[in-house]
């Protein structure tokens, strides 16, 4: 229904936005985009002013808000569009700068692949941006004694420490995913060891690793998209094969058999 001020029902802004009616009748309920009119017949009735707001609150999904971290910006007295607007700009293209960096990594790997180029070992992390996942660590662990003894350490690192370190990681990771892709039963010895290798890594490496801190970091490993989304690039799957080989060896109490390194 329209009239000379333009209104929009939920089923069209629904197909105008490409957002579920679902989630839209859920957003007015919580007052996060609630429609500013009523037809004739009772049925609400959504203005231009509030596509503005459903425009923002979309934006502010795609950077990853929560929703109701969005409910309160919003209600905040100071909020300005404009500003905001400019400053998901800023971030939008510092993803583009970053998602151009990463495709011209992939280019450049599968010319190597295909033997066109030769790439050194620092070039195959070109483009990466190690520097999100430090401040999350430092937002999650910064006051723990295990962070603060894990930058102890990485500063007396050299690059050969970091090459060997990196290369040890790849090797265990791809063992798991060896051992997962032949439906090895993650409570087998042979995983048990590799789970055992996984956490004497963590601890030589960055800090003292018991188990019982392994097991809070298999946890993370599956319940954390980020974390999730490094071991399943691998092999889909394989974060939640590392979770049940981790509690194999330390709550089922699988002893650990098998090589001490990878």
Known sequence: MKSSVMAYTVGEVSKIAKVSVRALH???????????????????LYTDGDLDRLQQVLFFRELGFRLEDIVATLADPAFDRREAL?????????????????????DRTLRAMNGEEAMKAEEKFEGFDATKF??????????????????????????????RMQAESDAITKALAELMDAKVAPTDARASALAEQHRAHIDRWFYPCSREIHVSLGEMYVNDARFAAHYDRVRPGLAVYLRATILGVTILGVTPRGPKSP
């Open 26 to 44: 859920h957003w007015d309920e919580i007052g996060l985009v609630v429609p500013s009119r009523r037809s004739s017949k009772g049925y609400r």
């Open 86 to 106: 400019q400053s998901h700009r800023a971030l939008l293209s510092e993803r583009v700068e970053h998602a151009r960096a990463l495709l011209d990594l992939v």
């Open 134 to 163: 430090e401040a999350e660590a430092r937002e999650r662990w910064g006051t723990t004694a295990e962070y603060a003894e894990a930058e102890r350490r990485k500063k007396k690192y050299t690059d050969a420490d970091w090459k």
